[in-house]
């Protein structure tokens, strides 16, 4: 199912280092959000919240509510595991496990949460390799390991491996940073299709990747270093990039920054 998120006041914390304050906006459903912002604004931090991989970090902790279609999801009563699986995260480097098999990278999620069909496996391997826009390059090799891909081609691998487990959510933090052009217009391809059935939160230094990709972009700043940082403006993607209403938006954006 695909789901809303809505955060409420949220901080964010690194033992005592403040790296985020008050963050309130709401991510649609199948709809892509971009966040923007110079570096250590905290961006990274805000989407690792989304799906409590910040608390993996020692002393790092969230305030505030982060709810899943009404449901917080840092309420006592949540699984951690469960919400990664609910609201999956695809990272800046490609990250298979490089001599695993390419299906098998695609369903280590599910043979971990216990599934040993072969055949319900090899359906989830073939659909979500689809749903990556990968199968065709691949379907020939699936035995072959992950870490043989392209670059590009590894990061539509952890896309698949993402998908496999069906979650309502996905984060990207700079997804296409590491790749080539023409991989970086595949994957943007990719997650104009993957939004008509998912919701999904995309980091990005790329202003025209957030302009091309995006529905709504979030413009996130720091004070100074060593302050937290803050969500300054967040609207529809045409407004951000023609018509922002904050004067730092706009330097940002037009490349005068700092
Ligand atoms: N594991 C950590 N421990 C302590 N502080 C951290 C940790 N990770 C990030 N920070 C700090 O939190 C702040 C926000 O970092 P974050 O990585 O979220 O920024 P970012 O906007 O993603 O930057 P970039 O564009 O460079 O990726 C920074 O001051 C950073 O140094
Ligand atoms: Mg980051």
């Known amino acids: 199912m695909v789901k809303r998120l809505d955060l409420k006041d949220v901080n964010i914390y690194y033992s005592a280092f403040h790296a985020v304050s008050d963050v309130t906006m709401s991510v649609p459903p199948r709809n892509v959000t971009a966040f923007i912002g110079p570096s250590g604004c905290g961006k990274s931090t805000v989407l690792r919240s989304l799906n409590r991989m910040h608390e993996v970090t020692p002393g790092a902790r969230v305030e505030g509510s982060i709810l899943l279609d009404g449901e917080d999801i840092y309420a006592a009563d949540v699984d951690a595991v469960g919400v990664r699986r609910t609201i999956g995260m695809v990272f800046q480097r490609p990250n298979p496990f490089p001599t695993m098999s390419i299906k098998d990278n695609v369903v280590a999620g599910l043979r971990l949460?216990?599934?040993?069909?072969?055949k319900k496996l090899d359906e989830v391997a073939e659909r979500s390799l689809r749903g990556a826009n990968l199968w065709n390059e691949v379907k020939d090799r699936l035995d072959k390991p992950g870490g043989g891909l392209?670059?590009?081609q590894q990061q539509r691998l952890c896309i698949a491996r993402a998908i496999a487990v069906e979650p309502d959510v996905l984060l990207m933090d700079e997804p296409c940073s590491a790749l080539d052009p023409i991989s970086t217009l595949a994957i943007?391809?990719?997650i104009t299709e993957l939004k008509q059935n998912?919701?999904?939160v995309i980091v990005t230094h790329n202003m025209q990747q957030a302009a091309r990709v995006s529905d709504q972009t979030a413009f996130f700043n720091l004070e100074a270093q060593g302050k937290p940082g803050r969500l300054i403006e967040i609207d529809d993607t045409e407004t951000i990039f023609s018509n922002p209403k904050v004067k730092a938006t706009e330097d940002y954006i037009s490349g005068r920054f700092g």
């Open 113 to 118: 949460a216990g599934v040993k069909d072969k």
């Open 150 to 152: 392209s670059g590009g």
């Open 188 to 190: 943007e391809d990719l």
């Open 198 to 200: 998912y919701t999904i």
